[in-house]
């Protein structure tokens, strides 16, 4: 079946450094991974999008990636900020968006 | 624009009781998607509308969960009876084909349900 998985253990990073996190996908090729931001309390906000053929994103301080040979996008976030702290979670779809799974995110925490 | 509405915010009811909740999308978006999110894990998408045509309920409990969705706009999901395990937050998500055939989903800020 579809699986979808993202490091469970939280990220704790110093403000200014770069956050990276990882999303891995088995048994199947989506055809576009999405990453999402959630804070507590709230739903879910779309950050970005990546297709199967694409090799890199970029939105300001966001940058993703997709390695459809490792099976793996990475999410950057660039001189991270305090106000950065939430959970990220990765989202695959097939193609016309249907069969949407989600990861169980990852709590990023960054320092001031 | 309004962004996705939904309610009530929070619920709390006995096991075996029934409840609703409800979703108002953002405007003009032909896609609906009910999720349930237990503590810790990732949205599990329950049921995808499109329009008012179910599109995909694989992983909709259907022996105690129901939805629809009237008119192509609002939705509803229900659960009767509810039980211990159904305690979660329930969002509702929409989205609209773009030009580029994106699927971002925008979300509501979702119902708590407690089952007690």
């Known amino acids: 079946s579809q699986k979808i998985e993202q490091n469970s253990e939280a990220l704790n990073i110093q403000e200014g450094k770069t956050a990276t996190l990882t999303c891995n996908y088995t048994?199947?090729?989506?055809?576009?991974l999405q990453w999402y931001r959630q804070d507590p309390g709230r739903g879910p906000v779309f950050l970005l999008l990546i297709r199967e053929n694409e090799k890199e994103k970029r939105k300001e301080r966001l940058k993703v990636t997709f390695d459809t040979t490792l099976k793996q996008s990475l999410f950057h976030i660039t001189a991270s900020q305090p106000a950065d702290s939430a959970t990220y979670l990765c989202?695959?779809?097939?193609?016309?968006?249907?069969?949407?799974?989600f990861g169980a995110g990852t709590r990023l925490f960054v320092k001031a | 624009e309004a962004g996705v509405a939904q309610s009530p915010r929070y619920k709390i009811i006995e096991k075996r009781q029934s409840v609703a909740f409800w979703c108002n999308p953002i405007s003009g978006h032909a896609t609906l998607y009910w999720y349930q999110q237990i503590l810790g894990q990732g949205p599990k998408l329950l049921i995808q509308f499109q329009n008012n045509g179910v599109v995909d309920d694989s992983q909709l409990p259907k022996d105690r969960f129901s939805a629809e969705r009237l008119k192509g706009v609002d939705s509803t999901l229900k659960i009767q009876p509810a039980k211990l395990e159904d305690s979660a937050v329930y969002l509702c998500?929409?989205?609209?084909?773009?030009?580029?055939?994106?699927?971002?989903?925008?979300f509501g800020p979702g119902t708590r349900l407690t089952v007690t």
């Open positions: 998500a929409s989205s609209q084909l773009s030009r580029d055939s994106s699927y971002e989903q925008y």
């Open positions: 989202a695959q779809a097939n193609t016309g968006g249907f069969k949407t799974i």
């Open positions: 048994n199947y090729s989506p055809a576009y």
